[in-house]
């Protein structure tokens, strides 16, 4: 008998019983009418990370994001307060910013001057003193809710959704147990990839370990594996446990040094890495139904040591990252054949460090936020 709530492919409907549940059908990873109802259900309502406090040191500094199809920006008030806002003027809708920079008090448009204080307001628009009923209160820019979890900033366009601290309950704490001065890092290192693949295969292939011992040789000189255990499970987020091994030359690690991941909903996933203290943050975004543009923070404690470093970003970005976008590229033209539409998820009832319970709980959160 259908289940009329999940969806139905060539092996059946997806279960909420994840040791007997097949996949999803390949069509919610290339059918654009999903991936268009994906922006509104998901992104548009999701906290999703957008920077870090390291990159708002002095008033009027700003930087430019993307949540999925919205631009928005981040800005520094007089008072160090910092603000997001929906990157487009009240006026005629051009653009406000680009990039990065530093105002020193307003903002202006550059297509007709309308003029914006760092808290938003519209403080200035050339000739509106001849217009009726016009008031400048009712044009201040649309602001964006902004959440400070540990120094990672999260944005979300929703103004009615849950606050942060609701939706991710403890995720600071654990971030501030397994690293204590997480909060005054600052960013070292990014990388930015536009990888052939629909975004939530990226995020797949953050959300399981099977793969590793296969597809990721060296990284298995430095995982060990065996060890991993889910340390907190929460509805919106999941941290992870494992220990090292002894490395290789130029990556020396202390057996059982700690090795601990994150994976948040909706589209974002932390490293920890043995070696040094630091957080690897990995913000994958969909542009369309076949892209994903993935951004790489590589956070550190100030005057961390520039060779451990080094060897860290070789691990992840020379070796392991490119190793996954290969992986998830395949995967992607895999999805669209004709000889491929659903499989099986690989998981046990003790939830085992290679299980795919993690990757059949993100698929689950998919089909509810998408109705069904």
């Avoid at 490293?271 to 923070?297: F, K, Q, T, W, Y």
């Avoid at 060897?311 to 020379?318: E, S, T, Y």
Wanted: proline residues 5%; glycine residues 8%; contains cysteine.
């Amino acid at each position: 008998m259908k289940n009329p709530d999940f969806p139905e492919g060539e092996r059946g409907a997806f279960s909420p019983e994840a040791l007997s549940s097949p996949t999803l059908p390949s069509r919610y990873y290339h059918d654009p009418r999903i991936y268009q109802q994906e922006l509104g259900a998901i992104f548009h309502k999701s906290w999703c990370y957008v920077g870090h406090v390291s990159q708002f040191t002095a008033p009027g500094e700003y930087r430019v994001e993307r949540v999925a199809d919205q631009c928005i920006f981040l800005v520094s008030d007089q008072n160090l307060e910092l603000r997001a806002f929906f990157n487009v003027c009240q006026h005629r809708g051009h653009e406000l910013l680009s990039g990065a920079g530093k105002r020193q008090n307003r903002i202006v448009c550059p297509y007709h001057a309308w003029t914006y204080g760092l808290d938003g307001q519209l403080i200035q628009a050339p000739h509106t003193d001849r217009l009726q009923d016009f008031n400048p209160a009712e044009f201040a820019l649309k602001p964006v809710r902004l959440a400070n979890c540990a120094g990672l900033l999260f944005a979300n366009l929703d103004g009615g959704a849950d606050d942060f601290a609701t939706e991710y309950p403890g995720l600071a704490q654990t971030l501030t147990d397994s690293l204590p001065a997480v909060e005054s890092f600052g960013i070292t290192r990014q990388f930015d990839y536009d990888i052939a693949a629909n975004w939530k295969i990226v995020v797949d292939n953050f959300s399981e370990g099977y793969h590793i011992p296969v597809a990721h040789r060296k990284l298995t000189q430095v995982l060990d594996s065996g060890s991993g255990r889910c340390a907190r499970q929460e509805r919106r987020y999941a941290f992870f446990e494992s220990r090292s091994k002894a490395g290789y030359e130029g990556f020396e690690l202390e057996p059982g040094s700690p090795y601990r991941s994150w994976t948040l909903w909706p589209n974002t996933c932390m490293l920890s890495l043995p070696g040094c203290a630091n957080l690897v943050v990995i913000r994958m975004a969909g542009n369309g139904p076949d892209r994903c543009l993935e951004h790489v923070d590589l956070l550190a404690e100030k005057g961390a040591d520039s060779a451990r470093l080094e060897a860290l970003k070789q691990l992840f970005a020379d070796q392991f990252n490119a190793e996954d976008i290969a992986i998830v590229e395949s995967v992607h033209r895999g999805l669209e054949s004709l000889g491929y539409d659903q499989g099986r998820y690989v998981v046990d009832a003790a939830d085992a460090w290679y299980s795919e319970s993690g990757l059949h709980r993100f698929h689950r959160q998919i089909l509810q936020a998408l109705g069904g």
